[in-house]
């Protein structure tokens, strides 16, 4: 078992155990709040796009977020895994999934909050294993933040496992608050 494989085992036994001590109302409702002192801090409002997942039962909570970001003007981005691997995207209208708008429609996000099983103090990003957002996220315009959701406890003082492929995050959000890696990493620019 590699190395990668076998964190990640091990990331997912924890996520299990963090899940169940979790409330997952309130946390919802404080990543609500911290993503939109997020999206106010990066100047984006109305017509501004935010790539982001509806997430599984495990995971952080992201429909109040994703709720919070659309009544704010927010246009929000939900992935469709394609057999490939790679994702095509759609508007997030809080209803069904809609129509497909093709691979390169995450180049319109102004900010991407990715999922992930675990980040490191580097921002190096653990995902699920498929390769999705490492496939999607050099599609992103230059300076486009991406910022990790976790529980709080998956933020990893050890580094994680990446190879060549992995793409470093800029920032973590948990339902505790929003982490830059670097203060001078911190995104400050507006939609563009």
Known sequence: MTT???????????RREIATTRDPIADGKALARHALDLVTSLRLGPGSVVAAYDSLPSEPPTGALREALRIRGVEVLLPITLPSWDLDWFTDTGSDEGVPLGLDAIARADLVLAPALAVDDAGGRLGQGGGCYDRTLPRLRPGTPVVAVVHPGEVSADPLPTDALDRRVDGVLTAEGLRWF???????SSPG
């Open 4 to 14: 990668k494989v076998a964190v990640r085992a091990r990331r997912r036994a924890q």
């Open 182 to 188: 670097a203060a001078d990493d911190r995104p400050t």
